[in-house]
């Protein structure tokens, strides 16, 4: 019976941990099975040379853009502050590495728009003073928590799992709420990308550092570090370190997409469920990226601020798949380049996996501190069939993680019934995309959804 | 047997003149006492519910159009531009009142990144909206200022006056058009605007609403506007301003003299159902501008000889 169950369509068989004595855990509602395609999980992470150019965009965090402080001519060095975020929800920029600002201009970003951008004529590498640039990891976990925090914002710290939330927002734990829970997402539940995968192999030390600071700056007593259970040797890795660090655990998760997200994290690793329209906070969890978690170690212990991140560069065709740590502004075709060049037949360059990713309009867009994965993809794998009609099925209904209707939240935001749509709660609407890689009509629900969300986002805000 | 049938007859008949008399008299004390010339208005109106008044329909513009007359006595601020000039004089009749004419207006698309002007530099594959399109990215030709060409407008339209021209990929408004608005509300990027039909149908308009610098704007686009101040200065009404690196005519001001048209670098000042220009012997320019084109045009035909 075991057998038979393990090998219906969508489910695969994984070795089991070593040392495993929990449980997998998964979150209940919903979820999809997309094929993994890890191709770069065994390529260790190599520096990517500095380019001759860097641009770097100012608006690279959610909320509101960083002011800028420099202007045409100046000598930047590697780690100087080229823009401060003032307001709450902004996050600082700094030089990625140093030499000669050639212009401040617009230029195309992954947004698919010409938006204002700082561009580097890079003449080398000269860091700026106070900056630890050594490479022997340092636990000194005596800073206290407002340092903690101070060091995180003059870092220009984001969620490097994509959604740019700046992490020192993150860390400011709200009057009258306590964070029980620092939950660590080593996820990686998009196919294709294994960033996260490699630094957490790699970089692990520095990680469970980075984890300890965060758990200090919010004062959580325990932390949960969630990752799948297709990279065993990520879990027993960490499980091994994390035996020197107090209150820090691993869960291994099973494999379903979207496992990544934070409310189905914290479902799957800490068994609660955030309320509709509520924070995490509200159930004493704070969820960050294994990412962002090292970032906080480079920031706090060795005062860098966050100019590299660890790119995935795959896909279908390409001569190598391979992941880069590479300076923020490094144009994606020299990523490209490094990992074999583009393959003839490239339909699609995907900033990001292949389910929540957005397609380039240019090979030439600079990466920027929410990249973590360039994926390439040909025409046979990437272009839309002829949508039809709804058929009912309700497949999206029973794999939306949110417990949404899709399928009628897409049609409403196609009617521009966006009161509507805020009644079906389109506003939790995660943007996981199951409900458009299951449906088997091929309708583009995920779009609407997006549409809808954006539109209704607009909607409440006008209102108050 | 007769007697359940006049049994039946005479209480149902009673309860039927009871009911109808407790029924009179809540009708008399629940009675609405509207204004007869809301019917009356109603009826000489186009009765087509576009909203193009500001009101959600028919009804609604007769209600607002008889209390305006009740309380202002005067219709300032109502318009139906369906029904235009002739509409609005019957309603003005019924209410007794005066109403000053309007100028009919048109839809204008102020777009010209037609497929040879903006060639596609990508490939847009998703659902057939501009708002989705919009949100995602700038537009296959490049210009995050221009036309989508993906029909939102088309699909508003109540009048059947508005289609994408398979030629050029870009809006194409009709004489069927009654300025309702609809399109300008739909667009996403504010291409759309209203402006005044014109004697003769005739209509001076930049056809171009990129706000970038010069440069970006024509390396998308061959007839952007590239804010070079041209116009403004030839103008002699002063009816073009130029902000954002982006030339308007203000219709108020323009009394369709023509010469914008003519310095235009870009040709993204349109001129549209004017007759074709002559050679005025007394007035140099246009005699050099028809001289110039003669020169091209038989250098062409020298060339073609050459190649037969």
Known sequence: ?464 | MNDILLFTLLTLGLLGLFLAVVLYFIAQKFKVIEDPNIDLVEDVLPKANCGGCGFPGCRNFAEVSVAAANEKQSLEGLNCPVGGNEVMKQVAAILKLEVAEKEPMIAVVRCNGSFANSPAKVQYEGPKSCAFAHQLYAGEGGCQFGCLGLGDCVVSCDFDAIHISPLTGLPVVNDKCVSCGACVKACPRGIIELRPKGKKDRRIFVSCVNKEKGGPAKKNCSVACIGCLKCQQVCPYDAITIENNLAYIDFEKCKLCRKCVEVCPTDAIHELNFPPRKPKNDDGTEQSKQLKVDATASAASAGSQNLS
């Open chain 1, 1 to 464: 019976m075991q057998q038979l169950l393990l090998r219906l369509p969508g489910h695969r068989i994984y070795p089991k941990c070593m040392n495993s004595n929990t449980m997998l855990t998964t979150f209940k509602m919903g979820g999809v099975h997309p094929p993994e395609n890890k191709l770069s999980a065994k390529a260790a992470i190599q520096r990517l040379p500095l380019p001759k150019q860097l641009i770097v965009p100012l608006g690279q965090n959610l909320g509101v853009a960083p002011k800028l402080l420099v202007k045409k001519g100046d000598e930047v060095k590697t780690g100087q502050l080229l823009a401060r975020g003032e307001a709450f929800i902004s996050a600082n920029i700094h030089a990625p590495a140093s030499g000669k600002i050639a212009k401040i201009d617009d230029a195309l970003d992954a947004s698919g728009y010409r938006r204002q951008a700082i561009f580097i004529d890079v003449t080398g590498d000269e860091w700026i003073e106070d900056v630890d640039t050594g490479s022997s990891i340092i636990a000194d976990l005596s800073v206290s928590k407002e340092d903690i925090i101070a060091r995180i914002k003059a870092g220009g710290l984001v969620g490097l799992g994509g959604a740019t939330f700046p992490t020192h927002v993150k860390m400011m734990v709200p009057n009258g709420k306590k964070a029980e829970y620092l939950v660590i997402n080593g996820v990686e539940c998009e196919p294709f990308l294994t960033s996260d995968h490699r630094l957490m192999l790699e970089r692990g030390e520095e990680l469970l550092i980075g984890i300890s600071l965060m758990m200090k700056a919010i004062d959580a007593p325990r932390a949960i570090i969630g990752i799948e259970n297709n990279k065993p040797d990520a879990i027993e890795h960490l499980r091994q370190l994390s035996s020197k660090f107090s209150g820090i655990s691993v869960q291994a998760l099973k494999v379903k997409y979207p496992q990544g997200g934070e409310k189905q994290l914290i479902k799957a690793a800490v068994n609660r469920e955030v309320p509709s329209g509520k924070l995490p906070i509200e159930v004493g969890c704070v969820v960050s990226n294994v990412g962002t978690a090292f970032a906080v170690y480079e920031a706090v212990q060795k005062n860098k601020p966050l100019i590299e991140r660890v790119v995935t560069v795959t896909g279908d065709g390409l001569a190598a798949p391979s992941n880069f740590l590479v300076r923020i502004g490094t144009s994606v075709s020299e990523l490209i380049q490094a990992a074999g060049g583009l393959p003839d037949d490239t339909a699609k360059i995907i900033n990001g996996g292949p389910m929540m990713g957005k397609a380039l309009v240019s090979s030439d867009i600079p990466v920027v501190k929410g990249s973590s994965g360039i994926l390439l993809l040909k025409s046979a794998n990437s272009s839309r069939k002829i949508p039809k009609s709804c058929i009912r099925c309700s497949k999206c209904t029973t794999v939306c993680p949110m417990g949404l209707e899709p399928f009628l939240l897409a049609k409403l935001s196609k009617l521009s019934l966006f009161d509507r749509c805020e009644n079906e709660r389109i506003m939790d609407c995660i943007e996981c995309g199951s409900c458009q890689f299951t449906c088997p009509s091929m309708l583009p629900l995920l779009d609407y959804l997006r549409l809808g969300k954006q539109k209704t986002g607009n909607l409440i805000r006008t209102r108050k």
